[in-house]
């Protein structure tokens, strides 16, 4: 079955980095757009970031823009997001989605909480 396994959730202080990992199974992963979203407490999930499938385009939310990067390797199945500067609004559970680009099929990921303090 698809799995999506994230890891590198954490704590860390107000301007420093966490690079997230999203290692994706049980799917054709170069087929599929990969996003990562992000819900802090009492709040919706938010879109941060998306790498379409080949990985030559990504898109970001003005939230994140500039200090985030997300970046995909199609040979290890995963997807990545590089996280600089860290904010404590960036304070959340990070999640990853996979969204087929040929069919209605999407797969999310358990979550990898991030605690940024300040």
Request: glycine fraction near 12%; include cysteine.
């Amino acid at each position: 079955q698809v799995q999506l396994v994230e890891s590198g959730g954490g704590l860390v202080q107000s301007g420093g980095s966490l690079r997230l990992s999203c290692a994706a199974s049980g799917l054709p992963f170069s087929s599929y757009v990969m996003n990562w979203y992000r819900q802090a407490p009492g709040k919706g999930r938010e879109l941060v970031a998306t790498i379409t499938n080949g990985g030559r385009t990504t898109n970001y939310a003005d939230s994140v823009k500039g200090r985030f990067t997300i970046s995909r390797d199609n040979y290890k199945n995963t997807v990545y997001l590089q996280m600089n500067s860290l904010k404590p609004e960036d304070t959340a559970v990070y999640y990853c989605n996979a969204r087929s680009t040929y069919s209605p099929s999407t797969y999310w990921g358990q979550g990898t909480q991030v605690t940024v303090s300040s």
